[in-house]
């Protein structure tokens, strides 16, 4: 998958699609497979960048990392429901009681100084990784990817709720059900996928940012983006797990002062700084092409990649078969 940050409002469309389809039983009220966070932000579980996991720097064993605590998740917002419709006490429903933010910690909260505050939408989902550390660790190999497709599950049946998949995880994205005592994770719509339909995550953004197909399709989006224009970037490639999840960043906006007026180009709002902790130095380069193509485009010229990212026609954004509107 290939996520274009450009396009992402922070709608939670995506997190309410993979709610509604997949964590609506017992032990699931915490996950959230799919969730955008605002960055720059503490993220979902809060402060996951911290809990380590992932790969040594030349990728021969794991890092050690920390399971996530249960307040970190956030939880259920407790409100009125009882006072508003069953004793009429209560005029409006409302929240009863104050309490964390749960998929998208600190939500539209910006960075920097006024004027020039800033902040941008990062959908997760688990990155189906090449090289995934939560495989690694499965002390009874319940985690395995699937030789057709490479999407990485969590065999039930196996799992006997060990939780070293949960520390594994640099991006926290193996939850644990707490009632049925085993590892659940996304499952990359595989069932939608088998019959030609693409996740929900992605068929129902209403933005039209997230591509689907095989990075090995020379003639599909991922390829291009990632591949031949290399403006697609997995997110945290140090922590060593071969993320198939790619993102293209968000293109910086120039600072400008408090009547308004652009004051210095090239000293973006958005830190360039924070832009490579995210995806690395590849960054750079990514930002280059898309400005020269952005402006290509802008004189009336051909270019393939912003043809590519516009996405006029929903279809072009999934590359795989006979995908069908559901």
């Known amino acids: 998958m290939v996520i274009d940050l450009n396009k992402c409002i922070g709608c939670q469309a995506c997190t309410a699609a993979c709610k509604s389809l997949w964590t609506d039983e017992p032990g699931q009220e915490h996950m959230l497979w799919n969730n955008v966070e605002t960055k720059p932000g503490p993220g979902y579980p ?3 960048e911290d809990n380590g996991g992932g790969w040594n ?35 409006r429903l409302q929240q009863k009681a104050p309490m964390g933010k749960g ?27 090449t090289k995934p550390s939560c495989l690694e660790a499965c002390p009874v190999r319940a985690i395995y990817k699937r030789p057709q497709d490479g999407i990485v599950l969590v065999d039930a049946d196996r799992c006997q709720g060990f939780r070293e998949c949960n ?42 940012l997230r591509f689907v197909g095989y990075v090995e399709d020379v003639d599909g989006p991922i ?12 997110l945290h490639p140090e922590y ?5 999840v790619f993102y293209v960043p968000p293109i910086l906006p120039p600072k400008f002062d408090a009547d308004g007026n652009f004051v210095d180009e090239d000293d973006p709002r958005v830190p360039m700084e924070y832009l490579r902790t995210l ?34 026609e929903w279809k072009s954004l999934f590359a795989i078969t006979d995908v069908k509107v559901a």
């Open 223 to 234: 390829d291009k983006l990632v591949n031949q224009w290399k403006v697609a970037l997995p």
């Open 103 to 129: 998929s998208n910690w600190d939500e539209d909260t910006s960075s920097g100084d006024y004027p020039n505050n800033y902040h941008f939408y990062l959908p997760r989902l688990c990155n189906h990784c």
């Open 46 to 48: 809060r402060n996951w």
């Open 167 to 208: 520390k594994a995880c640099p991006y926290d994205k193996v939850y644990f059900n707490y009632v049925t005592g085993k590892s659940q994770k996304c499952i990359f719509c595989f069932p939608r996928l088998e019959e030609g339909v693409a996740p929900a995550c992605a068929r129902q953004c209403p933005g039209r």
């Open 57 to 91: 720097e030349d990728r021969t064993a794991l890092k050690p990392g920390r399971l996530a605590e249960r307040s970190e998740f956030g939880g259920e917002i407790p409100l009125n429901f009882e006072e508003v419709y069953f004793e009429g006490s209560e005029a």
């Open 279 to 312: 995806f690395g130095p590849q960054v750079d380069e990514a930002l280059i092409t898309m400005h020269f193509e952005m402006e290509k485009k802008q004189e009336g010229k051909a270019s393939e990649l912003m043809d590519l990212l516009i996405a006029k």
């Open 240 to 244: 060593g797990t071969e993320p198939n």
